[in-house]
T-cell receptor, first 117, second 112 residues
Framework: GAVVSQHPSWVICKSGTSVKIECRSLDFQATTMFWYRQFPKKSLMLMATSNEGSKATYEQGVEKDKFLINHASLTLSTLTVTSAHPEDSSFYIC?????????????FGPGTRLTVT | GNSVTQMEGPVTLSEEAFLTINCTYTATGYPSLFWYVQYPGEGLQLLLKATKADDKGSNKGFEATYRKETTSFHLEKGSVQVSDSAVYFCALSDLRTDKLIFGTGTRLQVFP
């Protein structure tokens, strides 16, 4: 199947700093990517939908100024957590949608664990 | 709104036991239904899916049938292995937005 990578796989940062997470579709082009947040023992919560060449669409309750999303190419989307705080510590997962005619499927990255101290 | 409910875990089984993980959904219309699996330290992988009522998705010995009348998509496997230990997520695809809506996940632990 198609492969989606995330970098870094884990990161520790100090409170107040910003962290960028990359999501890449390695062997297909993705006009749409999604960013999720996963809390311990909880489900995935969709944060935003990232569309190549346009602004991201954020879910209700997600601060767009705090979680900056850029989808500058068909294979790369980035999530920047600005002015991070300990409550932003979480597991962030991206997915990329492959579309070919009527066929489409989401492929998930391995996730990035963010710890804010 | 659309939602997915799945049984709380952990589910603990001995190797070769029969597995059922229940999943029910609430949705407008007839969404596509999915089971994803997350192995320790890895991302989610699509396990199986069904796109319309009475469809059966199957993969790696796992099966789930799209039951419109009971709005369910229970995951089953006849004989589990230790390597099946993982977290299993039931999900539906919102027809209007194409977004995936996940259940809370069920952890399966299989012991030899």
């Amino acid at each position: 199947g198609a492969v989606v990578s995330q970098h870094p796989s884990w990161v520790i940062c100090k409170s107040g700093t910003s962290v960028k997470i990359e999501c890449r579709s390695l062997d297909f082009q993705a006009t749409t990517m999604f960013w999720y947040r996963q809390f311990p023992k909880k489900s995935l919560m969709l944060m935003a939908t990232s569309n190549e060449g346009s602004k991201a669409t954020y879910e209700q309750g997600v601060e767009k100024d705090k979680f900056l999303i850029n989808h500058a190419s068909l294979t790369l989307s980035t999530l920047t957590v600005t002015s991070a705080h300990p409550e932003d510590s979480s597991f962030y997962i991206c997915s990329a949608r492959e579309s070919r005619g009527d066929f489409y499927e989401q492929y998930f990255g391995p996730g990035t664990r963010l710890t804010v101290t | 709104g659309n939602s997915v409910t799945q049984m709380e875990g952990p589910v603990t089984l001995s190797e070769e036991a029969f597995l059922t993980i229940n999943c029910t959904y609430t949705a407008t219309g007839y969404p596509s239904l999915f089971w994803y699996v997350q192995y320790p330290g890895e991302g989610l992988q699509l396990l199986l899916k069904a796109t319309k009522a009475d469809d059966k998705g199957s993969n790696k010995g796992f099966e789930a049938t799209y039951r419109k009348e009971t709005t369910s998509f229970h995951l089953e496997k006849g004989s589990v292995q230790v390597s099946d230990s993982a977290v299993y997520f039931c999900a539906l695809s919102d027809l209007r937005t194409d977004k995936l809506i996940f259940g809370t996940g069920t952890r399966l632990q299989v012991f030899p």
